[in-house]
């Protein structure tokens, strides 16, 4: 006990920045999560935009007084928030993509906060203090190395298999997330939304069950706003980074484009086509072809459906289709980065 | 004196290495064979044939030549083969492109971008080439080209990647010579 009231002093006065006493382990911890939140900040992935920092850190501002935390926007796909212990709140950018509107993100901000207060981040650091385990989350940062642990989403998912909150913690961070987004009137029903589409990954931070859906719905009382146009304003500029980011991660995206998909973005629908087409599953192509046409009916209708469209008849070995999608893809797309590519496809078709 | 100080600390290093002299006509596997440039060094790491001049973290043109369907690009210490994305035979260029950035990510590559997708004669073969840019693990911001042609769907891929600047500079036109001299057979 005495060890975590030590701890949480160094860390929440920054005591430890100053000069900690270099023979504890806690010293030793606190140091590795200070060094961790310089590589972050350093970090080649950290987004810089001004826009969707002063987004993010708008959010947080309306949920808690927000002096004491520092918020990174990380760009990597995946959905991950957390908090070291010192009060640094990292965001990835996969978050902002899973976010339907402005709410859900707000109540995933709100929870992840609500483990900081609560000091349950503190907690699980400390658990990790006497085992391996914090070897395997900062040793990497301490080294020096890039974003350190936040660049892997597998690493958080393996390590929060093993160093997850507790069911309890669980419980009161939705109990005061739920309560904060609400005093900054965040409609309540959007934690439900976010937690049940939650990846696998995070869940295994954030241990999810039955029992916590429920006690959530019976937290979930009155309306309030989502934010949804905001939050597609904002997100627009980056969708088409985003979406090739989750596309070309080594995974199975379906599921997560069916539910992105719903949202009828252009290129959320696009995503989905083209996650069926790299799945090659039998039946994905009718698949891939009927979202990719459903992204080019969309208002926002994206280009490179044109090009998914065109892909998959060179796949098939359909020449009259992918000449005609790429054609109209060249067409809408004059300067896209792969042109001198597609002028190659159209000469062998 | 550099290449000696650089083969001698490889081979305290206990990887396999070896001396090349320019001009030579190397294999590089699956019937691939290029041309070397001056002060080249070849080091075989976990069964894959890089080359470079100044060590493997500062310039590296990594060949991965013969994967078939269903294999992955290279090896990662520490990753299981099933950990890897891995290449499929109905991949186009652009799918290839995307399977280097995740092959890339797995060796803890950040911010993997692809640019510039465009065909290229690999020997008498169709290629493509693109290029790249990316940061290490450590951030250090880094630039690459890479080349590869799928010849009766198995597939060869040629990678240069550097620091940007002075090493990118400096080795990135003898990379492009060296993709210039690719012969297939």
Same mark, same amino acid.
């Given at each position: ?21 270099? +023979?504890? !382990?806690? #010293? $030793?911890? *606190? %140091?590795?999560? @200070?060094?961790?939140? =310089?590589?972050?900040?350093?970090? &080649? ?126 419980? +009161?961070? !939705?109990? #005061? $997330?739920? *309560? %904060?987004?609400? @005093?900054?009137?965040? =409609?309540?029903?959007?934690?439900? &939304? ?130 005609? #999608? ?24 | ?185």
């Amino acid at each position: 006990m005495k060890r975590v009231l030590a701890l949480t002093l160094m860390l929440l006065t920054g005591a430890a920045r100053a000069q900690p006493d270099a +023979d504890s !382990d806690e #010293a $030793g911890l *606190a %140091m590795q999560v @200070a060094k961790a939140e =310089d590589n972050i900040r350093n970090s &080649a992935a950290l987004v810089r935009d001004p826009a969707l920092n002063d987004y993010v850190h708008g959010i947080v501002c309306r949920l808690t007084p927000c002096a004491a935390l520092r918020v990174y926007l990380v760009g990597s796909p995946g959905l991950n928030v957390f908090a070291l212990p010192n009060g640094a709140l990292v965001v990835w950018t996969g978050a902002l993509l899973r976010a339907q509107d402005e709410a859900q993100l707000a109540h995933l901000l709100a929870h992840e906060i609500a483990h900081y207060q609560n000091k349950d981040s503190l907690d699980l650091y400390h658990r990790m203090l006497d085992t391996s385990g914090v070897v395997a989350l900062l040793g990497v940062a301490a080294a020096g190395a890039g974003i350190g642990f936040v660049g892997t989403p597998a690493s958080m998912a393996a390590l929060g298999a093993k160093y997850s909150h507790s069911d309890a913690q669980e419980r +009161d961070a !939705d109990r #005061a $997330g739920m *309560a %904060m987004a609400a @005093a900054a009137g965040y =409609d309540p029903a959007a934690a439900l &939304a976010v937690w049940r589409a939650a990846d696998a990954d995070f869940l295994k931070v954030h241990p999810w069950s039955e029992d916590r859906l429920a006690a959530l719905q019976d937290l979930a009382h009155g309306t309030g706003k989502t934010g949804a146009e905001n939050h597609r304003a904002v997100t627009a500029p980056y969708l088409e980074r985003w979406v090739g980011e989750e596309l070309r991660r080594d995974i199975d995206t379906v599921a997560l484009f069916i539910r992105l998909a719903a949202s009828g973005r252009g290129l959320c629908r696009y995503g989905l086509g083209e996650a069926y087409r790299k799945r090659g599953a039998p039946g994905d192509a009718v698949l891939a072809a009927s979202w990719f046409r459903a992204a080019l009916a969309a208002p926002d209708s994206p280009p490179l459906a044109w090009r998914g469209l065109g892909l998959l008849a060179l796949q098939n070995g359909d020449k009259p289709a992918a000449r005609a #999608a790429f054609a109209q893809y060249r067409v809408m797309a004059p300067d896209a980065d792969d042109k001198a590519m597609i002028d190659y496809y159209l000469t062998q078709l | 004196m550099r290449r000696g100080s650089l083969l001698l600390f490889l081979g305290l290093m206990g990887c396999a290495l070896q001396s090349m002299e320019a001009g030579d006509d190397a294999s590089v596997g699956n019937g691939v064979t290029v041309r070397a440039e001056p002060g080249f060094a070849q080091i075989h790491l976990a069964a894959m044939r890089y080359w470079t001049r100044n060590g493997t973290g500062l310039d590296e043109l990594g060949f991965y030549t013969g994967i078939k369907e269903g294999q992955p690009l290279f090896r990662v210490p520490g990753l299981r083969i099933g950990d890897m994305p891995v290449y499929r035979a109905r991949m186009t260029p652009n799918d290839i492109q995307d399977l280097v950035v995740a092959s890339l990510v797995k060796k803890k590559m950040q911010n993997v971008r692809t640019g510039a997708l465009r065909p290229c004669p690999f020997g008498t073969a169709q290629g493509f080439c693109f290029d790249l840019t990316l940061a290490n693990d450590e951030g250090l911001e880094m630039r690459g080209r890479a080349i590869a042609s799928a010849r009766s769907s198995v597939l060869d891929l040629l990678i240069f990647t550097a620091p940007a600047g002075y090493y990118f500079d400096q080795g990135a036109p003898a990379a492009e010579k060296i993709f210039s001299s690719i012969q297939t057979h």
